[in-house]
């Protein structure tokens, strides 16, 4: 064996092992999203088999904006969240071929579409379900905003925002991603969103047919089912809830956004993504 003069044995070791050259593969924890830091990697468990869970994908130039279903996420009305929404009627460990879930959960749960039928029903009964709300609606070019804080989206903040026309697609970032509303357990009513004066400005005065929010509902508290009424009736606005825009800059993008074509249904989860 070939001894490199004045180098020891254990050195000469690590030169040559593949030890040494250990691939540091790991992805960073995200620190802002609860209920991942204990399925990223950290560098303590590179040898164990983890998923990598992302925000962002594509070298930063897709943003998934949809919030991950957890059981402590915010759900309508609820103290304590949405809870456990998965059960497992077959189990690998139970001695089953297959894992296999099942979900129990309301429609209008985390990031999340609203058909017209859900507070029309006469639209209900005549099938306007999320089965036939308009992808391309759903998809295509749009802004993400951020609404001056502290208020409700009222007229005057509508007027104050100066959106042009011909802009089909906004997202409104709010108090409610500050406040990282979609992240805490218990539903809070304080959220803000749009005032019945606020939805029958955009109505009247935008051609804004895609509306995204950042808490439950896209009506604020208060207004609960006035301004729902207002951006439904024409069955043309489409409202998405819920999204998750932490971290993203304000600007135009490519939305993206896919419910499911669940017949009969008011509402769908939704898939919706940015991209740069
Ligand atoms: C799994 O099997 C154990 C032991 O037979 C049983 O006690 C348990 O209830 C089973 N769980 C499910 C979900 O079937
Ligand atoms: C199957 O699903 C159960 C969820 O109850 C999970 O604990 C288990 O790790 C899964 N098994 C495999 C082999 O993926
Ligand atoms: C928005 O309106 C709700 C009631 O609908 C209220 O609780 C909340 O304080 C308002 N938010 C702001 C910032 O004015």
């Known amino acids: 064996m070939v001894r490199a003069k004045g180098m020891t044995p ?33 560098s303590s468990q590179e040898n164990k088999l983890v998923p990598i869970r992302r925000e962002v994908y594509g070298d930063g130039r897709i943003f998934d904006i949809t919030h991950r279903y957890t059981a402590n996420m915010p759900s309508f009305g609820s103290e304590n969240g949405l809870g456990q929404f998965l059960q497992f009627p077959e189990k690998i460990k139970n001695g089953s071929m297959v894992n296999v879930s099942e979900m129990k959960m309301v429609t209008h ?33 749009g802004l993400l905003i951020d609404a001056p804080r502290g208020t409700n989206i009222t007229a005057e903040v509508m007027k104050s925002l100066n959106i042009p026309k011909g802009v089909r697609r906004v997202l409104f970032r709010t108090d409610n991603t500050d406040r990282r509303l979609m992240f805490k357990n218990q539903f809070d009513t304080s959220f803000v969103g749009f005032t019945q004066d606020g939805a029958k400005w955009l109505v009247e005065n935008t051609d804004i047919k895609l509306i995204g929010i950042d808490y439950l509902s896209v009506a604020a508290w208060s207004d609960l089912a ?37 017949l009969g249904a008011e509402a769908s989860p939704i898939r919706c993504i940015l991209i740069k």
């Open 10 to 42: 254990f050195l000469l070791l690590l030169l040559i092992s593949p030890f040494s050259t250990t691939t540091a593969s790991n992805t960073a924890c995200p620190t802002n999203i609860p209920d991942t830091t204990d399925t990223c990697i950290s």
């Open 109 to 141: 749960t985390g990031t999340h579409v609203d058909a017209p039928g859900h507070f029309y029903d006469h639209y209900f009964d005549a099938g306007f379900d999320v089965d036939t709300l308009d992808l391309e609606v759903l998809n295509g070019p």
């Open 226 to 262: 006035s301004a729902h009424l207002v951006l439904l009736e024409s069955r043309e606005i489409i409202i998405v809830e819920s999204l998750k825009l932490d971290d993203i800059q304000p600007g135009i993008y490519s939305i993206h956004c896919l419910p499911l074509r669940l």
